[in-house]
Structures are given as structure tokens and as C-alpha cells.
């Protein structure tokens, strides 16, 4: 292991920019290069990264997947110290789930990378660097990640870690030897709610079981999902009842049944803000009154959002659906008049789950 080449302290940043150490992206990236609202920039890979900001940067670590409680607590550590430091505020997360790479499988994520770096926006964080979490990434010691890196590439000042994170190979980098390495760092304690400690896998749990208000506390905010507005087969509308088939890119969902929520339809520009927000009736499932009409389809599972009150074209569209109340359970109708009738009763029945 090689010994780090320049102590860094709170007053001071490395300026020089070294050769990218980590590998490029690999896969679909989504357009997500470049900046994607009001202060928020993204790099895809380290080798994009441009010199580091004359002030420096605080950096966290993680993938924050759900971008929950305990996560909200470190982002607002974060940004409050780079605000004190003059400095900007930077995450490094990755693109995938590192337990892909160290067990060989990984669990449905709660959000998207897409989500999460709106969520990272939204919290005010300035600069979020992903990375490919690959075996030349996990077999970095943590000193050559944190010079080359944190250090040269980001420009970091000081860290803002989670209580349980550690960095480089075989979790080396504790907070302890960041320290003696002259970084400042800040450990956020771990946030508990009902007497539990906060997690992605606790919260996976509890929405995998259905139990929404379980997991919206530990979140912070509503389960969501957030996905493009696809074409399906228009027979909500032929219904009277249209619908935004979204295209969730893997998001973990609850299971199927019809929820009530609400939808926001986020803005097309740079800025990603919420442009709208309507109520909405949903149904998670394989939609089986009309799987005999579309054979295609069978067995496929769909998340179909009616908008109430709301006519218009949403094609294309980014949007945010909030699950806040169960309905019912799917269930296949004897045809599409007791189906279109029960649809009337989920339409008064979220109406009046969400006044």
C-alpha cells in the first residue's frame, strides 16, 4: 500500500489534476451527463471531471439508494459544511448496486440513479460524481482512492460519511484512518424511527410487505417512483379513463393492487422542477380482465397512473407518482363494463382517500 502523496487540510485542496484512476461507464446513462436542475452537475465517469473548484469540495460517499431519512441527514450535513467552508457540496455514488459485484447479486433498487440524482438536487447538493462500481474499483486501496480521487479529482476539504461507511478495498478507509490521513470528517449517527434504525433494506421490506406508512416514515416523504410517460394500449381511454403507462427502469413499486397518490409532472427544461401535481388512482399489476385482449401482454407487469381531472398529452413526460393509500387488491372482472364500473368506484374511493 502506498503512502498518500500530500496531507490535505481543512484550509487547503490539491489543485493538480492526475490521470483518471477509475473505469469508464458502462451501459445506458440515460442523458444524464451534464447539469440536470438549478446547481446540480453530474459527471458519468472521473476521467470527465473537470479541475476541482478553486474552494474545494465536501464530499459523501454512498449509494443513498432511496435517498432516505438517514441519507437527508448526511446531504444536509454535507451542504452545511460546504456553505461554512466556502466550498461546494459533492456526492460520489455509483451507477448500479456494488453488491452486484461483491455478492454476486443485488436487490431491486428503491430508486433509479435517475431518481436519486433528482432527490440529490432537491436536497441542494451542488456536484454528484458516478462511478461503475467494477473489480479495478474494489480492489483500490483506500489511500490511492482518497489521493487520487478525493484529493487530486475532487478537490476535497472534508468528508461527510454515514455512521457505517468505510471506502476503498476491503472497507480499509474507516473514519479513523481518513483521519490520520489529515482529512476532517464528520460521521452522521444513524437516524431511528419507531425504534428501528433507517435503512434502504429495512425500507425495502416494509414496501415489498405493502406497508406504506412504514416506509414513508423512514423515507422522510411518500413511497414514489419516478419514470417516463410510455405508449400503451389506450384502453383506459377508450374507457373513459386514460392512463400514463410508466416505464420505471427496474424501481422497486408495492405490490400490485390499486393505490391512490399523486402524480407530479416534472418540467422538461433543466430545471426538472415539479411543473404539476394531480391526484391520481393507480394500478400496479398484470392487468388481468384484459389479458385475453392482449396476449402480448400476459403475465406483464404495468403501472398504469389516471390522472383526475387533468386532459392532456403527458407523452414523454417525466413523472413522480406518490403511493399513499391501498385500495384493493387487483382482481380479473368479468368484462369491461364491470370494469370500467369499478374503475368509477377507485376514482371516488382515491378522491376521497386523499381530501
Same mark, same amino acid.
Given at each position: 500500500?502506498?503512502?498518500?502523496?500530500?496531507? !490535505?487540510?481543512?484550509?487547503?485542496?490539491?489543485?493538480?489534476?492526475?490521470?483518471?484512476?477509475?473505469?469508464?461507464?458502462?451501459?445506458?446513462?440515460?442523458?444524464?451527463?451534464?447539469?440536470?436542475?438549478?446547481?446540480?452537475?453530474?459527471?458519468?465517469?472521473?476521467?470527465?471531471?473537470?479541475?476541482?473548484?478553486?474552494?474545494?469540495?465536501?464530499?459523501?460517499?454512498?449509494?443513498?439508494?432511496?435517498?432516505?431519512?438517514?441519507?437527508?441527514?448526511?446531504?444536509?450535513?454535507?451542504?452545511?459544511?460546504?456553505?461554512?467552508?466556502?466550498?461546494?457540496?459533492?456526492?460520489?455514488?455509483?451507477?448500479?448496486? !456494488?453488491?452486484?459485484?461483491?455478492?454476486?447479486?443485488?436487490?431491486?433498487?428503491?430508486?433509479?440513479?435517475?431518481?436519486?440524482? *433528482?432527490? @440529490?438536487?432537491?436536497?441542494?447538493? *451542488?456536484?454528484?460524481?458516478?462511478?461503475?462500481?467494477?473489480?479495478?474499483?474494489?480492489?483500490?486501496?483506500?489511500?490511492? @482512492?482518497?489521493?487520487?480521487?478525493?484529493?487530486?479529482?475532487?478537490?476535497?476539504?472534508?468528508?461527510?460519511?454515514?455512521?457505517?461507511?468505510?471506502?476503498?478495498?476491503?472497507?480499509?478507509?474507516?473514519?479513523?484512518?481518513?483521519?490520520?490521513?489529515?482529512? !476532517?470528517?464528520?460521521?452522521?449517527?444513524?437516524?431511528?424511527?419507531?425504534?428501528?434504525?433507517?435503512?434502504?433494506?429495512?425500507?425495502?421490506?416494509?414496501?415489498?410487505?405493502?406497508?406504506?406508512?412504514?416506509?414513508?416514515?423512514?423515507?422522510?416523504?411518500?413511497?414514489?417512483?419516478?419514470?417516463?410517460?410510455?405508449?400503451?394500449?389506450?384502453?383506459?381511454?377508450?374507457?373513459?379513463?386514460?392512463?400514463?403507462?410508466?416505464?420505471?427502469?427496474?424501481?422497486?413499486? !408495492?405490490?400490485?393492487?390499486? =393505490?391512490?397518490?399523486?402524480?407530479?409532472?416534472?418540467?422538461?427544461?433543466?430545471?426538472?422542477?415539479?411543473?404539476?401535481?394531480?391526484?391520481?388512482?393507480?394500478?400496479?399489476?398484470?392487468?388481468?380482465?384484459?389479458?385475453?385482449?392482449?396476449?402480448?401482454?400476459?403475465? *406483464?407487469?404495468?403501472?398504469?397512473?389516471?390522472?383526475?381531472?387533468?386532459?392532456?398529452?403527458? =407523452?414523454?413526460?417525466?413523472?413522480?407518482?406518490?403511493?399513499?393509500?391501498?385500495?384493493?387488491?387487483?382482481?380479473? @372482472?368479468?368484462?369491461?363494463?364491470?370494469?370500467?364500473?369499478?374503475?368509477?368506484?377507485?376514482?371516488?374511493?382515491?378522491?376521497?382517500?386523499?381530501?
Amino acid at each position: 500500500m502506498r503512502s498518500p502523496r500530500r496531507r !490535505p487540510s481543512c484550509g487547503s485542496h490539491v489543485p493538480r489534476r492526475s490521470r483518471a484512476k477509475q473505469g469508464r461507464a458502462r451501459g445506458d446513462d440515460r442523458g444524464l451527463q451534464g447539469t440536470t436542475g438549478a446547481g446540480l452537475i453530474i459527471t458519468q465517469r472521473s476521467s470527465d471531471l473537470p479541475p476541482p473548484p478553486a474552494d474545494g469540495s465536501v464530499v459523501s460517499l454512498g449509494v443513498f439508494d432511496g435517498v432516505h431519512l438517514g441519507h437527508a441527514a448526511i446531504l444536509a450535513a454535507n451542504v452545511a459544511r460546504a456553505r461554512e467552508l466556502g466550498s461546494r457540496s459533492t456526492v460520489v455514488t455509483f451507477r448500479g448496486h !456494488p453488491k452486484e459485484v461483491l455478492l454476486g447479486r443485488a436487490p431491486r433498487t428503491l430508486t433509479t440513479l435517475e431518481h436519486r440524482l *433528482e432527490l @440529490f438536487r432537491r436536497s441542494g447538493v *451542488e456536484h454528484t460524481l458516478v462511478l461503475s462500481f467494477d473489480d479495478k474499483l474494489r480492489s483500490t486501496p483506500a489511500t490511492d @482512492f482518497v489521493t487520487d480521487l478525493l484529493m487530486e479529482q475532487l478537490g476535497a476539504r472534508a468528508l461527510v460519511l454515514g455512521f457505517d461507511s468505510k471506502i476503498g478495498r476491503n472497507q480499509e478507509g474507516t473514519p479513523e484512518l481518513l483521519r490520520q490521513m489529515g482529512f !476532517p470528517v464528520e460521521v452522521v449517527e444513524k437516524v431511528v424511527v419507531a425504534q428501528r434504525a433507517v435503512s434502504s433494506t429495512a425500507i425495502r421490506e416494509a414496501v415489498g410487505l405493502g406497508d406504506l406508512d412504514g416506509a414513508g416514515a423512514m423515507l422522510g416523504r411518500p413511497v414514489s417512483v419516478l419514470g417516463t410517460v410510455v405508449h400503451g394500449s389506450a384502453l383506459g381511454r377508450t374507457l373513459g379513463f386514460p392512463t400514463a403507462n410508466l416505464d420505471l427502469h427496474h424501481e422497486l413499486h !408495492p405490490p400490485a393492487g390499486v =393505490y391512490a397518490g399523486r402524480a407530479h409532472l416534472l418540467a422538461s427544461d433543466a430545471t426538472h422542477d415539479v411543473e404539476e401535481t394531480h391526484l391520481a388512482v393507480c394500478n400496479v399489476g398484470t392487468r388481468p380482465t384484459v389479458q385475453d385482449r392482449e396476449p402480448g401482454a400476459l403475465g *406483464e407487469l404495468s403501472v398504469e397512473v389516471h390522472l383526475l381531472d387533468y386532459e392532456g398529452d403527458i =407523452y414523454g413526460r417525466r413523472l413522480e407518482l406518490e403511493f399513499t393509500r391501498h385500495l384493493r387488491s387487483e382482481r380479473r @372482472f368479468d368484462g369491461l363494463d364491470a370494469l370500467k364500473a369499478q374503475i368509477r368506484l377507485d376514482v371516488d374511493a382515491a378522491r376521497a382517500a386523499l381530501a
